[in-house]
């Protein structure tokens, strides 16, 4: 079932309260190859508008992007970089404990059908 623009910020900021990351702003895209990402150096969350043709979609990808801003601002926090070893690792351990978290799938692609 499609989502509104109004649903999906509203769901947004909801869940960035509960995870005390109000901090983050959103930004819509229009892209189509790219369905989401974290903007690391803007401490942003970039969405494609593509996703809000169905509610499971829209979900699994913003919270795939909150896991990484999760992710980055712990190990941020108490190791003073987001670098393991000196590279990054964007899908690692912690991303993955931050997914299960979230009550989502730990993948690297998300399939838009």
Not at 10 to 36: A, V
Not at 40 to 45: A, G, N, S, T
Not at 47 to 69: D, G, P
């Amino acid at each position: 079932m499609k989502i509104t623009h109004e649903e999906a910020e509203q769901y947004i900021r909801l869940t960035l309260r509960e995870h005390r990351m109000t901090h983050i702003p959103i930004r819509w895209t229009n892209t189509k190859r790219r369905l989401g990402c974290y903007c690391i150096d803007e401490k942003r969350i970039e969405l494609s508008k593509q996703i809000l043709q169905n509610f499971h979609l829209f979900s699994e990808v913003f919270l795939h992007e909150l896991a990484h801003a999760l992710d980055i601002a712990e190990r941020t926090r108490f190791f003073g970089t987001h670098k393991v070893k000196g590279r990054n690792d964007f899908h690692g351990k912690n991303w993955k404990k931050w997914c299960s978290t979230l009550h989502i799938p730990a993948r690297r692609f998300i399939p838009v059908n």
